[in-house]
C-alpha cells in the first residue's frame, strides 16, 4: 500500500479528478507526514494548518461545482520562506524578519493560490538565501532525510527536504548561485532554475537581485513541469520579467533524445569533483549516448572564475538589497537606546547572523570608491565572459551536463566553519546564474553511502523546452529506484 | 562684488514632478495627505517589493530635457546611490549615474548684465524621499531631537534633477536661472514648482577666484534653497564670506552648508568624519530605459511653447519687453492678451493695460483674474474704441476697470456712464467760439504774443463739452482761432 503522501502530483491529480481521493484526503497524508518527519528533519519554519486546511475545502467544494483551475487543484505546496505569502509569517530565516506578516503574496505564491495549490506552509532556509547547507538559519538547521547526520544543501534545503521526504507535494525555492540544484541533488529530487525572468520575483525577498529566480522542486521532471507552468510568465509587478508568452514544457517530455547535442562541461568533471559522483554522471552521459543523443565534450574556461566572481556580484547586490532591514519600519529594533544611526546599527547587528554579516560586509567593500573597478567592476567582465562562453557552447550543443554538487551530502557541521569549503559546493551551480539560463539536477543514482547523486543539465535561455526533454530522457533512462518511496502505482491507501 | 574678485556658481535644481502616481509603484502622488496613507510596499521598501518606472514620468524629463535643448540619451541607466538615512525607506535611492535621460544641454538667461548662457550637464531621474518630523527641543533639528515621526507619502515621488555647468558669475545671474528654469517646468506642465512647498528646490555651488585666475576655487555646497530670493542672497553671502576669508590669509573649506532665513546667512552642516561614499552601481531591479527615437520626436512635438520664444513673439507684437515678461509668466494674463491681439486689438496698449491697470485694479479688489469676466474681446473692443478716438486714454481706463467690475461691456459701459468722446469739429467748434468770446483777454495776450493763457482757453473748452471732446481736436482749434 502506498500512502498518498508519495504520490506524484501527476498521479494526485488524477485522483482528485476521478474522486479517487480527495483534496483533504492529500492534504491530511502530508500533515501526516510532518507529524513523523518534523521533528528529526526541520523542513518547516511555519506549517500553515488553518490557511492549508481552508484551501483544500475550496478546492474540494471546487472540484464539487465542477471548476478546475487547473492540475495544481488542491495539491499541497510548500514554499521557501523567503517568498512573501499575505498573512503567514514570513521571515527568509533571519532573526531581523522574526513576526513579520507579509501583507501582500508574491506574485508566484498568487498564482499559486489561483490555480488552487493548497500551501502547507514556510520552509527553512539559510538566512537570506546565504548557505549550501540550511545551517544558517536562525532558527535552527534542517538535516537531511537520507541521513539524519548530513545537510540537506541549501539553500532552500527546507523545501527539498518536504519534497524528499513527502511532507509536500513540491515546493518552491530561490536560486542564486544553486540554491534550487544543490540541495535536490543532496535529498534526491528533481530541482530547476528557469531562465531569470521567467518567474516573477516580485514578492521573493531579495537577495541578489540579478541572480535570483524562483523555480520547483519535485519528485518527477514532469511534476517540475506542472509546477513551473503554474508560476511562470510575464509580470508587470517585475521589470526584469520576460514579456513573452510562456509556451507550455509538456510535449518536451516524450520526445526522447535522439539526435539531441550533448556536450559534457570538462571543468565540472575534473579536479574537485568527488570520484563516485563523476562516475554517476558519466554513466548517465554513456545512457544518453546509447539513446541516441550526440555527446561530445565542451570547455567553458571562463567557469574557473565564474566563483570568485559570484562571491563579489552576489555580497555587492545584497549588501544594498539589504540595507532597508533597519528596524525603521518593520522587524527587528534594537532596544538600545541611542541615535537614530545607533539604533538602525544595533538592530542590523543583533538581527543579522554571522554568514549574512560577512556577505554585507564583503560587498559593501567591493562596491566602495577606490576599490569597485578591481572587485565589482571585474566580477562584471568575468560575468560578461562566462555568458560568451556559454554562447559559444551552445552553437554546438543543445544542452550542457556535469554533476550538481561536487559532492553529496556532507556531515551537519563540516563545513559550518570554513566559508571556502562551503562555497565551493556551488561551483557547478554557479555559471547558469551568472549567465541566466536554465538549469535543472535530476537524481541519478547513490554513492557508496547511499546518498544520492544529482546530474546537472544547462541550456540556453528560455530553453526550457530542450532542458525538460534531456531531462525526462534521464529520469527514464536511470530509473533511480532509490529516490524517496515514490508511487505511481494505482494501489494507493486512501 | 568686490573688485579683482570673480565667483563661479553652479546651480542644482531637485524638481518634484506632478504625475499622478509615484516614480516606481502606483500610489497617487498626494504629500499632504494623512502621514503614511499614500504608500504601498514598493515604496515603503518592504521585503521582496520591486520598482517599476512610470513612463508619464519619463515623457516629464524628456520635456525638460527638450525645453532645456538637451540630448536625449537613447538608453539611459537606473543606479542605486546608498545610504542610510531613517526617511529613505530602502536606504538607497534609485538615481542615475552614467548615462542620465538628458545630457548637455543649455538655456539662455536675461540678467541685469545682459544675455548669458548657461550650460545644462545633466538632467537626471530620480525618487524623493520620505518626510522627517524632529520632535524636541531642538526646534526641529535631528541632534535636539527627542524623537523623529517619518511619513512616507513623499517617497518615491518622480524627482529630477538638473544640473549646471559652473557657468554663473553673480548672485543676479543665479536667480535669473532659478526663475528661467522655473518658467520653463511650469509652461511645460509637469511640476507645479512651487519652492515654498518644496515641489521645486535649489543646491548651489559658489566658489571665487581672483579676476583672470583660470583655477576654480574651493566650492561649498549650500543645500535646499527654497526661494529665488534666498538664491539671490545665499550666492551673495557665500561671494563675500569666501572673498574675506581669503583676504584675511585663510582658505574655503570644501563643505555642504545651509542657508538660515533668519540670520540670513549659512553656515557650515555638522559633516562626518568621512566623506560620503555612495557605492553607486546599476540597479539590477531596472532594465536599461529605453527613450526611442519616434517617442522622442512625438514628445517633442508636442511641447508648448517655451517663456523665452513667448516672450519674444509678444516683443514683435508690439510689447515692450518688461510687460512681455510679465505677461508671458501669467496664464491668464497671456491668454487674454493673446485673444485681444488676434481680434485686432493694438498690442502695446492691451500690454500695458493688462500688466498695469488691470493688475492694479486686481489686487485692490484682491482678485483673480480668471474670476472675473475680462475677456480678450473686452480688451480688443476698448483698443477699438480708443483708436477711433471715441474714447479718452484716461476714459478707457475708468472703462477697463468697470468692465472687470462686470458692468457690461467696454462700449455699454462708455455709453451709460456719457464718457462717449466728441471728435466732430463742427460740434466743438461752437465750444471754442463760446469760450474765446467769453474771455477776450487772455485772446487779446496771446495775439501778443504772451502764450500762458493758452492752457486756460483749452481747459475752459473741455470745461464747456463736459470734458467729451477729443483734446487734440480742441487744441487744434483753440491754436487756429487764437494765433490766427
Known sequence: MTDLADLTIARAASGLRTGEFTAADLLEAVMRRATMTEAQLHAYLTLDHEGAATAAEEADRAFAAGQDHGLLQGIPIALKDNMCTRGVETTASSKILSGWVPPYDATAVARLRAAGAVITGKTNMDEFAMGSSTENSAFGETRNPWDTDRVPGGSSGGSAVAVAAGSAFGAFGSDTGGSIRQPAALTGVVGMKPTYGLVSRYGLIAFASSLDQIGPFARTVEDVVLLLEAVAGFDALDSTSIDEPTPGFGDALRTGVEGVRVGVVTELMGEGIDPEVRAAVQATVDRLADAGAAVGEVSLPSSEHALSAYYLIAPAECSSNLARFDGVRYGHRSSIEGTTEDMMSHSRAEGFGPEVIRRILLGTYALSAGYYDAFYGQAQKVRTLVRRDFEEAYADYDVLVSPTSPTTAFPVGERAQDPLAMYLSDVCTIPSNLSGDPSISVPVGVDADGLPVGFQIMAPALGEQVLFQVAAEVERLVDFQDRARLATSDEVKP | ?484
Open chain 2, 1 to 484: 562684488m568686490k573688485p579683482g574678485w570673480e565667483a563661479v556658481i553652479g546651480v542644482e535644481t531637485h524638481v518634484e514632478l506632478s504625475t499622478r502616481s509615484k516614480m516606481f509603484c502606483r500610489c497617487p502622488v498626494d504629500v499632504d495627505a494623512a502621514p503614511n496613507t499614500a504608500c504601498c510596499p514598493v515604496c515603503l521598501a518592504l521585503p521582496g517589493a520591486l520598482p517599476v518606472p512610470n513612463e508619464q514620468a519619463i515623457e516629464d524629463i524628456v520635456k525638460i530635457g527638450l525645453a532645456l535643448d538637451c540630448a536625449i540619451n537613447e538608453r539611459s541607466l537606473f543606479y542605486r546611490k546608498n545610504y542610510f538615512y531613517p526617511d529613505l525607506p530602502k536606504n538607497y535611492q534609485i538615481s542615475q549615474y552614467t548615462f542620465p535621460v538628458c545630457e548637455h544641454g543649455s538655456i539662455e538667461i536675461e540678467a541685469e548684465d545682459g544675455p548669458v548662457t548657461v550650460g545644462i550637464t545633466r538632467v537626471h531621474m530620480e525618487e524623493d524621499t520620505g518626510k522627517s518630523t524632529h520632535v524636541g527641543d531642538g526646534g526641529g533639528r535631528i541632534h535636539d531631537a527627542d524623537h523623529t515621526l517619518l511619513d512616507f507619502n513623499r517617497a518615491g515621488v518622480p524627482l529630477v534633477e538638473i544640473v549646471t555647468e559652473p557657468d554663473l558669475r553673480t548672485p543676479e545671474q543665479a536667480r535669473a536661472y532659478g526663475s528661467e528654469l522655473q518658467r520653463i517646468v511650469l509652461a511645460l506642465g509637469v511640476s507645479d514648482a512651487k519652492l515654498e512647498a518644496g515641489s521645486m528646490r535649489f543646491d548651489v555651488n559658489v566658489s571665487v577666484r581672483r579676476t583672470g585666475d583660470p583655477e576654480f576655487g574651493t566650492r561649498t555646497e549650500t543645500k535646499n534653497v527654497n526661494s529665488l530670493r534666498s538664491l539671490q542672497r545665499v550666492v551673495a553671502f557665500e561671494i563675500d564670506r569666501q572673498v574675506e576669508l581669503i583676504e584675511a590669509g585663510g582658505s574655503v573649506t570644501q563643505e555642504t552648508r545651509h542657508w538660515n532665513e533668519e540670520t540670513a546667512q549659512t553656515a557650515a552642516m555638522r559633516s562626518k568624519e568621512e566623506s560620503e561614499d555612495y557605492r553607486y552601481f546599476q540597479d539590477p531591479d531596472l532594465l536599461p530605459l529605453e527613450v526611442s527615437e519616434p517617442w522622442r520626436d512625438a514628445i517633442l512635438a508636442s511641447l508648448p511653447e517655451l517663456p523665452a520664444d513667448r516672450r519674444a513673439r509678444y516683443v514683435e507684437a508690439g510689447a515692450d519687453a518688461a510687460a512681455a515678461e510679465l505677461l508671458a509668466d501669467s496664464r491668464g494674463l497671456s491668454s487674454r492678451f493673446e485673444e485681444a491681439v488676434a481680434a485686432g486689438a493694438n498690442a502695446r496698449t492691451v500690454a500695458i493695460w493688462l500688466t498695469g491697470d488691470v493688475v492694479a485694479h486686481l489686487r485692490r479688489i484682491d482678485g483673480d483674474i480668471d474670476a472675473t469676466v475680462l475677456s480678450g474681446d473686452h480688451l480688443a473692443e476698448l483698443s477699438a474704441m480708443v483708436e477711433a478716438g471715441e474714447l479718452s486714454s484716461s476714459a478707457a481706463k475708468d472703462v477697463l476697470t468697470a468692465t472687470i467690475d462686470g458692468e457690461g461691456s467696454p462700449r455699454d459701459i462708455a455709453e451709460a456712464k456719457d464718457l462717449m468722446q466728441v471728435s466732430d469739429v463742427g460740434e466743438i467748434e461752437v465750444a471754442v467760439d463760446a469760450v474765446l468770446a467769453a474771455n477776450a483777454d487772455a485772446v487779446a495776450k496771446i495775439a501778443d504774443g504772451d502764450m500762458k493763457p493758452m492752457g486756460f482757453l483749452i481747459g475752459q473748452v473741455m470745461r464747456e463739452t463736459g470734458g467729451k471732446a477729443d483734446p487734440k481736436v480742441v487744441q487744434q482749434l483753440v491754436r487756429a482761432k487764437t494765433q490766427g
